[in-house]
Nanobody, 127 residues
């Protein structure tokens, strides 16, 4: 079992920045990849970014490329999402998730690939 705790959400004006954090605990030594997804009520959960834990290979959704950056701190099992140039359409509940299974390319951006999910942290971008 892996437990995940997100933090860093809040309310920000369009064009502003936020940095989300996700702390993993429990059976962390088996983590293969971690990711961020977001969801708005009434819409499907959307992939934001993913990172492979050992190689640090990253994947970003087209909608956030050039604005968001995913990173991780290996030794304390913490993942980050630096969000710059925020837009109102970035508003949503941001979830941290992780998997112990191998994934590559599109697999790492699919929610079904992930096993453990946090409770989410709310990001609201005002226009």
């Amino acid at each position: 079992q892996v437990q995940l705790a997100e933090s860093g959400g809040g309310v920000v004006q369009a064009g502003g920045s936020l940095k989300l954090s996700c702390a993993a605990s429990g059976r962390t030594s088996d983590i293969y990849a971690m990711a961020w997804f977001r969801q708005v009520p009434g819409r499907e959960r959307e992939f934001v970014a993913a990172i492979k834990w050992k190689s640090a290979d990253t994947y970003h959704a087209d909608s956030v490329k050039g604005r968001f950056t995913i990173s991780r701190h290996v030794f304390d099992y913490t993942m980050y999402l630096q969000m710059d140039s925020l837009k109102p359409e970035d508003t949503g509940l941001y979830y941290c998730t992780t998997t112990e299974k191998y994934c590559s390319g599109d697999e790492c951006s699919a929610g079904i690939s992930y096993d453990y999910w946090g409770q989410g942290t709310q990001v609201t971008v005002s226009s």
